[in-house]
């Protein structure tokens, strides 16, 4: 079996501990963080968000040992400059016109073009890339994995407040990035030569300057060998990221062992999985989805339990059961949103919301 590497990036939000807002690190985080943590660390758009990601990770043992460090660290760097950290998301009261912007060419550039669009965009994702060595393949396996998109979107579903307003969604993050362009459910692309041909044609005609621009929930990375899932809200839990990255990793593998044995996984339209995402969205994994297949609405757990049980003939030889076991406590416990909400109805308060995100980012890493 092909190794199936992984890549984390975590999103985080700093916080002002009086008044639980979001505050401005000026960069100072990231300068000192770069000390240590070199590339692992970067600013973002706006100067309340922080970004890490680790090192190229061979299975998830690692990747579960990065993710930890790297949470540590920025927790630890944060504290120094009396900062707090929280992972979800969006926040729940912040206006994204109070935040400042990153000064950064291509921070400048994308303002220019989108304006408030992207001065509006105050939320904070997870990113997982599973390494693949043949772009060709690359290809089929994203075609294949869209179908599995809003399935694992909804465990992550981290982010029900906008504004100081309980939205109604479990995640409204994606209804923010969806003013973006080039943002969704990818289309089918027949070979790896039609999506490079797309790429260019955007380029040449100054619709972006590289392929990067393109922030599909799912992509072929321009310039690396993966494939990059992009829909998840960053998870408050440590646990609950590396289950994400473990199914990612399993589906991906899953895909591949197909594709080599000449057998195929059924092909959906882009169309038919955003009806998914929606509801993925709308009611996290309190919901139903919809089987395509059956062509009738299936209860979310239902759905999980088919997931599971597609992929559980690579987990052992990936070495990640009992990360991908971990679902059944997301189940259980429910994903950030219900616990969010759970915390505002006994509280009333958005602080309390606050302060239970910041425990929980902490969460088994002391």
């Known amino acids: 079996m092909a190794t199936f590497t992984l890549g984390i990036e975590e999103e985080f939000q700093t916080i002002d501990p009086v008044t639980r807002n979001l505050r401005s690190h000026m960069s100072k985080l990231v300068e000192d963080g770069k000390i240590t943590l070199q590339e692992r660390v970067k600013a973002e758009m706006h100067q309340a968000v922080v970004e890490v990601g680790t090192n190229i990770c061979h299975n998830i043992q690692e990747a579960r040992e990065e993710v930890s460090y790297l949470r540590k660290m920025i927790l630890d760097l944060a504290e120094k400059q009396d900062l707090q950290v929280a992972a979800a998301g969006t926040h729940p009261f912040a206006d994204w016109a109070d935040q400042l912007i990153t000064n950064d060419p291509r921070y400048d550039q994308i303002i220019d073009e989108m304006r408030d669009v992207a001065r509006g965009n105050l939320i904070f994702g997870l990113h997982v890339h599973v390494g693949i060595e043949n772009r060709n393949e690359g290809i089929q396996i994203m075609n ?71 922030w599909w929930d799912i992509r072929v990375h321009p310039f690396f060998n993966t494939i990059e899932f992009r829909m998840c809200d960053v998870p408050m839990r440590t646990d609950e990221t590396i289950c994400l990255a473990a199914i990612m990793q399993a589906l991906v593998a899953k895909i591949y062992q197909l594709h080599r044995k000449n057998l195929n996984f059924r092909i959906y339209d ?21 089987d395509f297949g059956k062509q009738e609405e299936v209860e979310y757990k239902l759905l999980v339990a088919e997931l599971l049980e597609f992929i559980d003939d690579v987990v052992d030889e990936l070495g990640s059961r009992k990360e991908i076991d971990y679902i059944h406590q997301i189940l259980e416990m429910g994903t950030g949103a219900d616990r969010q909400l759970a915390v505002f109805e006994e509280t009333g308060s958005l602080n309390a919301v606050v ?12």
């Open 270 to 290: 882009r169309m038919l999985i955003n009806e998914n995402k929606w509801r993925a969205a709308r009611y996290g994994i309190h919901g139903k989805l919809i």
């Open 355 to 366: 302060d239970y995100i910041v425990q929980e980012t902490r969460v088994g890493l002391y």
């Open 144 to 214: 294949a994995v869209r179908y599995f998109l809003p399935h694992i979107y909804a465990l992550s579903t981290n982010s029900p407040f906008w504004c100081g307003r309980n939205t109604g969604f479990k995640s409204y993050r994606s209804k923010v990035f969806d003013k973006f362009p080039r943002t969704g459910i990818p289309d089918f692309f027949s070979s790896a030569s039609e999506y490079d041909e797309y790429v260019e044609l955007l380029i040449k005609t100054k619709c972006i300057d590289n392929g990067k621009k393109i």
